[in-house]
């Protein structure tokens, strides 16, 4: 572990622009090469401007800081602990620290953001909030936030989603929301983002769009970061606090990447913490089932910002597989696309079955069944404390972002697992 | 006024010179088939379009509403390529009628844009048309149309400031394509208020033809909008015609024939409202 002096960490204390951070389009890195930016329809240009605008001064606003604090304190039970994973620590020869984000409030990391989206939307006097969502994690976070905020809330998912995912559709119905299955394209996550997108265009005078990840038209990226950047700015201080020094690895799943970048975002000046973003490798990136989109994809615009996209020759959007619905995605924020290209983060893919082993492993050794989102990086993480332990041995350190819990993945794990029938009488082996 | 010899500008100017609006007809590439469409467009061409747009048909069309998803869907199930879209121009603007591709821009990106703008001249197309490309954000894309002497067209809002609108349109070549509603495409039952103080927001800014797209699709509100406008831009409406007929492509270019016949009437019938371009 590196040793380092405390540095400032309040949990959503807003950043000055560093050298991986936005310009002021939106623009990471190079402006020749412009990942991020927006491409979007000249009708949603107003709209971006008014929540540009509104996010830089309520980020400027002690006040709203102060009230985002306190509602993510008390509302949504933060900060999330910073847990020593001892067994599962013993079993790899390093340490393992999971930060908690399961423990929060619905269950998921989710939740930073979309009470910021939510608390930012009240600032603006608008009363609607509409949202995108794969595996209804996001979609349960904004019906949560819009029913703690008096909001009217539309979640579009694919309908395919809706399947795989009835318990989150229920919750969501139960939280107030309206539930629009979306039939089109693929019917999965970036066919909701294009329905979300087409309500936006009609009602933006009273709506806002509570986007659910890292991804999407600038100022979507770096906001949804700096809504969740409180999961690194926390797991650093608690790091620095419980064990007097930093990290050597951090490491957390990447569909669209709004965990993985909050964590992240607290880490990018440390340069001796090896940043891991882990994609879904589905049945292996050398197949065509698979939603490794920095690994596996190519330069491309979707959904208003230059990024990696899986596409085919044509530029056309090629359909995503993972296990997971919530990294089944064919984009990714621009700002991973950013850290790939400069190096600062490595990202590399996980597939299903290696994350089901690691959902499997996670609950066998720590009693904690991680969203299978999150199996993605537990299972790449133990593959850098297998590493990194090998280098400098057991006090090598790896932090985790354990994004969600896995209730929702229950009927998934059933299947892939068999799981649900009575043990024999000699048990379960 | 600028424009190349295949330019949208010389159709526009033709119209204002009858005194009328020019109607703009829009149809994707490859529906219902790649020849059933440039059979379509030369339809339209015959029976009163003089102007065509040719959607390059994409996966995730953010503008477009259920009409003309399914459309390009049904195209890219088809099999339709870039090269194809290429094709279709190549064929409908034999017709001599000014051609211009509406695209999302990701396509154009992984085609190559320089690439695209050259085989896009070649063909005889007369520029783009880009739905989720603003100028301040095209760059490359307005250099190599410079290059190629192709027509810009982009889009403005009835959201956009004026400081956006005057931006816009001192990029645009060709015409300036103003979006009615706030919303996606599709047929609408009557056309939108907003339409008209926004053309003449735009009309202020430049000496350009403004067009007017999202939701025209009879003959009378053809006539509505080109008593303000320069250009009447239909698409909904028309891929509706030959999706009613699903497996009978004569029956449907029969219906295009009927419903392009109807708008270009319209346009003919409008009464005029002086909108003489700010700086004519």
Redesign the interface.
């Given at each position: 572990m590196t040793q380092v002096a405390p540095g400032p960490a309040g949990p959503t204390a807003p950043a000055a622009r560093g050298r991986f951070d936005a310009d002021e389009r939106g623009y990471f890195g190079d402006p020749a090469l412009g990942w991020g930016g927006r491409f979007m329809p000249e009708a949603l240009v107003a709209a971006l401007d008014e929540l540009t605008d509104a996010w830089h001064d309520a980020m400027a606003d002690p006040g709203f800081v102060a009230e985002f604090e306190a509602v993510l304190r008390d509302y949504a039970g933060l900060p999330s602990p910073l847990y020593h994973a001892e067994r599962l620590s013993r079993q790899v020869g390093a340490r393992i620290l999971l930060k908690r984000e399961d423990l929060n409030h619905t269950g998921a990391h989710k939740i930073r953001n979309v009470l910021g989206q939510a608390l930012l939307t009240k600032r603006m006097g608008k009363t609607r909030v509409i949202a995108e969502t794969g595996a209804g994690q996001h979609g349960v976070a904004s019906a949560t936030a819009a029913a703690y905020f008096g909001l009217d809330c539309t979640v579009y998912m694919g309908a395919v989603d809706t399947r795989r995912q009835a318990l989150n559709v229920a919750r969501m119905h139960l939280l107030g929301a309206k539930v629009v299955a979306v039939e089109s394209g693929s019917a999965t996550l970036k066919d909701a983002i294009n329905e979300a997108l087409r309500d936006w265009v009609a009602s933006v005078d009273h709506t806002a769009y509570l986007f659910g990840t890292a991804a999407g038209p600038h100022p979507f990226p770096s906001m949804v970061r700096d809504f969740t950047r409180g999961i690194g700015d926390e797991a650093r201080a608690q790091c620095l606090e419980q064990y007097g020094v930093l990290p050597d690895a951090v490491a957390a799943c990447v569909g669209g990447g709004s965990n993985a970048i909050g964590l992240f975002a607290a880490f990018l000046d440390d340069e001796d913490v090896e940043v891991w973003g882990f994609e879904a490798g589905g049945d292996g990136v050398d197949t065509p089932r698979h939603a490794a989109t920095i690994v596996g994809g190519s330069s491309g615009v979707l959904h208003g910002a230059r990024t990696f996209v899986l596409q085919d020759d044509d530029g056309q959007t090629r359909e995503s597989h993972s296990i997971s619905a919530g990294l089944d995605y064919p984009g990714v924020g621009p700002q991973h696309a950013h850290l790939a290209a400069t190096g600062r983060a490595t990202y590399e893919p996980v597939t299903d079955a290696e994350a089901m082993e690691a959902m499997a492993l996670l609950s066998r050794t720590e009693g904690i069944i991680p969203a299978i989102e999150t199996a993605h990086a537990v299972a790449g993480a133990i593959r850098v404390a297998t590493r990194l332990a090998a280098e400098k041995g057991p006090d090598a350190t790896v932090l985790i972002s354990l994004s969600g819990r896995g209730d929702k993945d229950m009927g998934t794990a059933i299947e892939w697992f068999g799981l649900g029938q009575p043990d024999a009488a000699e048990g379960r082996p | 006024m600028t424009g190349s010899a295949t330019g949208s500008a010389a159709a526009f100017a033709r119209a204002r010179a009858e005194g009328r609006a020019a109607l703009v007809g829009y149809l994707p590439a490859g529906f219902p088939d790649v020849a059933g469409s440039v059979e379509a467009l030369r339809t339209m061409v015959d029976a009163g379009c003089d102007v065509l747009e040719i959607g390059l048909p994409?996966?995730?069309?953010?503008?477009d509403?259920?009409t003309i998803?399914a459309a390009a869907?049904q195209a890219?199930e088809g099999g339709t390529?870039?090269r194809d879209v290429l094709r279709v121009v190549e064929a409908a603007a034999e017709t001599g009628t000014p051609t211009l591709v509406m695209t999302y821009?990701?396509?154009?990106?992984?085609?190559g844009v320089e690439r695209f703008a050259a085989d896009l001249a070649s063909a005889g197309g007369a520029g783009l048309i880009t739905?989720?490309?603003?100028p301040?954000?095209a760059p490359e894309w307005i250099a190599a149309a410079d290059d190629h002497g192709l027509d810009k067209v982009?889009?403005?809002?009835?959201?956009?400031?004026d400081a956006?609108v005057a931006m816009?349109t001192a990029a645009c070549r060709g015409f300036v394509y103003a979006?009615a509603?706030?919303?996606?495409t599709g047929a609408r039952a009557t056309t939108s208020d907003l339409a008209a103080p926004l053309v003449a927001r735009t009309h202020a800014t430049t000496d350009l033809p403004v067009g007017v797209g999202l939701g025209v699709s009879t003959g009378d509100q053809a006539a509505e909008v080109g008593s303000f406008a320069d250009g009447v831009i239909v698409g909904s409406a028309f891929v509706r015609a030959l999706q009613d007929h699903p497996d009978d492509l004569p029956a449907g270019l029969a219906a295009l024939r009927t419903l392009t016949e109807d708008l270009a009437g319209g346009v003919r019938r409008a009464v005029r409202t002086p909108q003489e371009p700010a700086r004519a």
């Open positions: - | 994409y996966s995730d069309p953010v503008m509403g259920p998803q869907q890219l390529r870039t821009w990701n396509p154009v990106e992984r085609y739905p989720d490309l603003t301040d954000s982009f889009l403005v809002s009835p959201s956009s400031t956006r816009t979006t509603v706030m919303g996606v």
